[in-house]
């Protein structure tokens, strides 16, 4: 059968808005996707639901679609979004309300099944992590455009898959091929030179035989590559056998190698088998190969049957949160904040919030030739369930410290009156107890079955690894960050660092080098959490989890980088002792 284009327009819900026209007119495709949901924005849709019933999907596909819905309808190719948020229903509604105003005959289904709030009925939103076979419903069924709500990133991709190859639920590695292409595309630009540890050296050419040019500007891509200050969107070209290639349309700006490739697969994943709905891929069975510029073909995957049980997203409202932050100059940093913290305090004692963290980042230099890099920043974060007692309590007591506190008292903003914290949780249901359904174009519902054939996940043992690195071999203290790229996100409470190098020489050291405990050396705030390596040989690539760091999600603004986006970046930044032979 024929090739399958799958483009990306979107990775969150506020990406470049001009995505989809440039997806549209830059070049051929057959399906174009839209990923506009995470936790995060979960609790937004379930705070805008709160206001007004009827919302609850992301208005911004709607605008999208105002421009580009002809743009679609003219070129022949679909559009699949799970734009639908907590309202797939609503959303598919003012899509036909759109394509009749503008007199554009399209067939609009939707994916729904997913709302479990009946089941959870204290939570703001609670949402089953769906499959693709209800998008392939919709497409066999003639969609011009499905509108899903809470379907896994991948089911973007697996169910148009599904539906032009005919494959089935036992089409395991297919589908878990699928899944794969679908997790490269899901975030956008991550696939092409967007947020890549090597952004500054152009393109990877160890798989070419050449050197990576470590002088490239920002605007140069190295081999094949475009403008990184504007990267273009991915596409991969799906086959019959679930593999692919990832690309992008020509002449857009990034580039796409095996090591963009490499990290946006590391990204926000943890064990060798990747669970979905509808499949379990084993990342471990991942092969990469340049295949020209800007082309990299993902093939050799191995899929699962998935595990009994759908993930269920759950989030709260889990109170209010404010800030204060204290500006502290010169010397004396540590007696100053000593001294704020105990007058805080006693504005505290009679109603004390129902947490209270204090934070202080030496950003301050010694002797140094401005006043900002002279300071260091205190942090009070509070939180309690009841506004008031982070709002203005907090506020009189920061502002009535003005003339009365350490030498030099500022802060860099008034607090304000406190703002709703979110929290997110997650649980697992049976797959036969989700009522997983297609709405066709024509009102017909179609009820999709649960994966008939499951597998309880089970850990992959750790394979072999390659011979170490001489010990005898002269070493330099060095940034890791010379020899290896990292990626690193969030899942609920828990990040992910995933740390890949780009030689088989690196390889060899980094397998031995960096541990568990070494990890813990090098990201002191791991201490007294719980951190689990994974080890995937195929890609030279390490895959941490760190449990809890993140306390209960990103909505709950737990720490300084609440979704661990830079928590990679750090650990390539720490020094240690790296062959010289490698640098």
């Given amino acids: ?179 794969v292409a679908g997790h490269i595309l899901e975030c956008g630009t991550q696939a092409t030179g967007g947020n890549y540890a090597f952004f500054h050296r152009g393109t990877d050419n160890a798989d070419h035989g050449a050197r990576a040019d470590h002088g490239a500007r920002p605007e140069q891509g190295g081999l094949g590559g475009g403008d990184i200050r504007r990267p273009g969107f991915p596409l991969a070209e799906l086959h019959a056998d679930g593999s692919c290639v990832i690309t992008k349309h020509p002449g857009t700006g990034g580039f796409v190698d095996v090591g963009t490739v490499t990290a946006q697969l590391l990204y926000e994943t943890g064990p060798a088998r990747y669970a979905g709905p509808d499949v379990t891929a084993r990342l471990d069975t991942v092969r990469l190969t340049q295949d020209g510029p800007d082309r990299v073909r993902v093939e050799g995957v191995t899929g699962e049957a998935p595990p009994p049980t759908l993930k269920v997203g759950l989030n709260t409202l889990g109170g209010f949160r404010n800030e204060v932050v204290f500006v502290l100059t010169g010397l004396d940093i540590e007696a100053k904040a000593a001294l704020v913290r105990e007058q805080m305090a006693d504005a505290f004692a009679k109603a004390p919030p129902a947490e209270i963290r204090w934070d202080l980042v030496r950003t301050d230099r010694p002797d140094a030739d401005t006043e900002e890099t002279a300071s260091a920043l205190l942090r009070l974060v509070v939180r309690d369930p009841d506004q008031t007692a982070v709002g203005r309590a907090l506020s009189a007591a920061a502002v009535e410290l003005a003339l009365a506190s350490y030498p030099g008292f500022h802060v860099l903003a008034p607090p304000g009156k406190g703002a709703p914290y979110g929290v997110f949780e997650a649980d697992h249901v049976p797959q036969d107890t989700v009522g997983h359904l297609a709405v066709l174009p024509d009102g017909r519902r179609i009820p999709v079955p649960a994966a008939h054939d499951t597998l309880v996940l089970d850990d992959v043992p750790e394979p072999p690894l390659p011979e170490p690195w001489p010990a005898t071999a002269p070493t330099r203290r060095a940034p890791l960050g010379l020899v290896a790229g990292a990626r690193s996100g969030d899942k609920g409470g828990n990040a992910n660092v995933g740390v890949w190098v780009r030689t088989d020489d690196a390889w060899r050291w980094l397998a031995h080098t960096l541990t568990v405990e070494r990890l813990r050396e090098l990201l002191p705030e791991t201490a007294g959490l719980a ?53």
Avoid at 64 to 82: F, K, M, S
Avoid at 548 to 576: C, T
């Fill in 1 to 179: 059968m024929t090739t399958l284009r799958i483009g990306n327009a979107s990775g969150f819900y506020g990406d470049r808005f001009d995505a989809l026209r440039e997806m549209l007119t830059g070049g051929e495709l057959d399906v174009l996707t839209g990923d506009y949901l995470a936790e995060l924005t979960m609790l937004i849709l379930g705070r805008d639901r709160l206001k007004d019933p009827a919302a609850g999907y992301a208005r911004t596909f709607l605008r999208q679609l105002e421009e580009c819905l002809g743009l679609a309808h003219e070129r022949g190719v679909r559009v699949v979004t799970n734009a639908g948020g907590l309202n797939p229903a609503g959303l598919a509604d003012a899509v036909r309300r759109l394509a009749d105003r503008l007199g554009i005959p399209v067939r609009v289904a939707h994916v729904e099944g997913d709302d479990l709030r009946a089941r959870y009925p204290d939570r703001l939103a609670a949402h089953a992590y769906l499959g693709g076979f209800g998008v392939a419903a919709c497409l066999r069924e003639g969609a011009d455009i499905v509108v899903t709500g809470r379907v896994t990133d991948a089911a973007l991709v697996t169910g148009p898959a599904a539906a032009h190859f005919g494959w089935t639920a036992d089409d395991h590695d297919q589908l878990a091929g699928a899944v």
């Fill in 531 to 583: 951190v689990v390596r994974h080890v995937l040989p195929n890609l030279r690539a390490l895959n941490f989890v760190v449990e809890g760091i993140l306390g209960a999600g990103v909505a709950a603004q737990h720490r300084f980088d609440p979704q661990a986006k830079a928590l990679g970046e750090w650990l390539r930044s720490r020094h240690l002792d790296i062959p010289e032979a490698l640098l």
